[in-house]
């Protein structure tokens, strides 16, 4: 009858396995051994599994430092010797072994991703490269209409080599826990989906910003821009899950849109400790844009100046009024 025999990792994953196949089986850090093992705290000849009904008889060969049973489904506890199920687990040295029966059913496969399915073509530098040079000039650009002192690039550099520093330490971590999980790093995979999804981000800003420009109206930049900002976030971190772990597509849309509503649920909370709160300032857009992006309609600061009295007579007649 064969065997399986299966290292265990961190979380009990399994790492690596062995089949064997005959009527006893021995393990341990020799080379005459059936299963080969090279834990320096595993003696040279371990234990042996003597195939009997049931399972396997466990057989401690005088090792230096024994043999301890975690899990032993389905045992016998009456029988005068140890008998090891089908899935049963164990510990010698420092390394733990799961003992299960080459019939035992797997689960079913999962399907992949389409990002795992295309990870070739996400891994592309020639896809990184545009996305990168990309994100420079709208970086650039964005310094550059919202600076309003004389341009200096040292300035301007600064802050960009802090935000690809930002997103490279990003792409860093998720390409280590895809290594970790799924020995598969996939970093320029991740790093091309951080870009896009910063891309995105920087361009739906522009674009709110203009429409709040031209219509005065805050509540796109005070609420609009944030819930999208949530919302691009709780993709991005569907996208990398997707990538670096093993999770389904329910545990990882559970994942990312449990953690957005944690930020979400922080954000209000702080938010509520200024309500009610006097302010002396009027609310209005203060964002400040190029005059070139002005598309509605607007007036010049040298028109709004010689209404001011008009302004404030109307103001007047509205107070005597109430």
């Known amino acids: ?3 399986i025999i299966e290292v265990l990792g961190w979380g009990g ?21 059936d299963v080969v093992l090279g834990d320096s705290h595993i003696s040279a000849n371990h234990l042996r ?18 043999v301890e049973v975690i899990k032993n489904p389905f045992a016998d506890s009456t029988a005068s010797t140890m008998v090891l199920a089908d899935g049963a687990e164990i510990k010698i040295g420092r390394t733990k072994l799961r003992i299960i029966a080459d019939s035992h059913p797997v689960e079913a496969a999962k399907e992949l991703h389409r ?15 545009p996305l990168f040079l990309l994100m420079l000039v709208i970086d650039i650009g964005t310094l550059y209409t919202n600076s309003f002192v004389e341009w200096q690039w040292k300035n301007s550099l600064s802050s960009i080599l802090v935000t690809q520093l930002f997103l490279l330490v990003l792409a860093l971590f998720w390409a280590g826990v895809g290594r970790f999980l799924r020995e598969e790093g996939n970093f320029l995979g991740h790093y091309n989906l951080i870009l896009l999804a910063t891309l995105v981000y920087s361009l739906s800003g522009w674009f709110v910003g203009v429409i709040g420009y031209n219509l005065s109206a805050g509540f796109l930049i005070e609420t609009v821009l944030p819930l999208f900002t949530l919302l691009l976030v709780a993709l991005l971190l569907s996208a990398n899950f997707a990538l670096a772990t093993t999770m389904i597509a329910r545990q990882r849309w559970i994942t990312s849109v449990g953690f957005v509503g944690l930020i979400l649920v922080v954000s209000i909370a702080s938010q509520m400790q200024q309500w009610g709160e006097f ?25 709004f100046i010689e209404n001011l009295d008009d302004l404030f007579a109307d103001a007047d007649r509205l107070a005597e009024s109430q």
């Open 279 to 303: 302010s002396p300032y009027p609310e209005y857009f203060s964002a400040l844009e190029l005059p070139a992006l002005q598309i509605g309609g607007g007036e010049s600061v040298d028109t």
């Open 13 to 33: 994953k399994s790492q690596r396995h062995y089949r064997a196949e005959g009527p006893s089986i021995t393990i341990g850090r020799g080379y005459q051994n």
């Open 49 to 66: 599994l003597d195939a009997v009904e049931g399972g396997w008889q466990l057989n401690d060969l005088q090792s230096l430092n024994g």
């Open 115 to 129: 990002l795992e399915k295309d990870v070739g073509q996400l891994n592309r530098f020639s896809i990184w490269l």
């Open 1 to 3: 009858m064969a065997v």
